[in-house]
């Protein structure tokens, strides 16, 4: 099975910063990659597919990119609304796995 | 508008049987492939199964290969999971969720708000 790293685990970060969480494949996954945010007693929401492809409807603040075995997920400029645990999926093959999450805390 | 409906969670003992349905509605059903993610308390997502648009094609996780069996009812607009011999590992918040494509090769772009089952004696 493919795991998936993501880094880091928590990131504290202000109004305003901008945050780059990575994550890791330990095999390649070409771009089969997305990325999903979620906040407490929610369900996921897609931000990302592709790698670098922007869910409609998701602010243009979020973006992705990497391809192979190395990606990361930037928000340019944190906003009150994005503290939440992000999360990495990979596609690659019939069998889906996430990263462990990256919870994205106020400083 | 799109909308997912998970039902059928409860409390069950070790080694007993619960069955998952999830009410879709707002898109045409049948063109999609659908999977079953899960969220154990204060822990990560885990996929658990997926199935085709038409049910030809299913796979699992290995955690829950043998137990559960993923279905679906195109006519019902509905998606199933059917799982047996329950342990206190599956204990969780169980989400469906769609997959863009029909063959089960995609991510996930829609959601439910899940149902919680929970396992114990």
């Known amino acids: 099975d493919i795991q998936m790293t993501q880094s880091p685990s928590t990131l504290s970060a202000s109004v305003g910063d901008r945050v780059t969480i990575t994550c890791r494949a330990s095999?390649?996954?070409?771009?089969?990659l997305a990325w999903y945010q979620q906040k407490p007693g929610k369900a996921p929401k897609l931000l990302i597919y592709?790698?670098?492809s922007l869910e409609s409807g998701v602010p243009s603040r979020f973006s992705g990119s990497g391809s192979g075995t190395e990606f990361t997920l930037t928000i340019s400029s944190l906003q009150p609304d994005d503290f939440a645990t992000y999360y990495c999926?990979?596609?690659?093959?019939?069998?889906?796995?996430f990263g462990q999450g990256t919870k994205v805390e106020i400083k | 508008q799109v909308q997912l409906v998970e039902s059928g969670g409860g409390v069950v003992q070790p080694g007993r049987s619960l069955r998952l349905s999830c009410a879709a509605s707002?898109?045409?059903?049948?063109?999609?492939?659908m999977h079953w993610v899960r969220q154990a308390p204060g822990k990560g997502l885990e996929w658990v199964a997926v199935?085709?648009?038409?049910?030809?094609?299913?796979y699992y996780a290995d955690s829950v290969k043998g137990r559960f069996t993923i279905s679906r009812d195109n006519s019902k607009n509905t998606l199933y999971l059917q799982m047996n011999s329950l342990r206190a590992e599956d204990t969780a918040l169980y989400y469906c969720?769609?997959?863009?494509?029909?063959?089960?090769?995609?991510?996930?772009?829609?959601w439910g708000k899940g149902t919680t089952v929970t396992v114990s004696s």
């Open positions: 969720a769609r997959d863009p494509t029909q063959y089960a090769i995609g991510y996930m772009d829609v």
């Open positions: 199935i085709s648009y038409d049910g030809s094609i299913k």
């Open positions: 592709k790698a670098s």
């Open positions: 707002g898109f045409t059903f049948s063109s999609y492939a």
């Open positions: 095999q390649t996954i070409s771009r089969w």
């Open positions: 999926q990979q596609y690659n093959s019939y069998s889906w796995t």
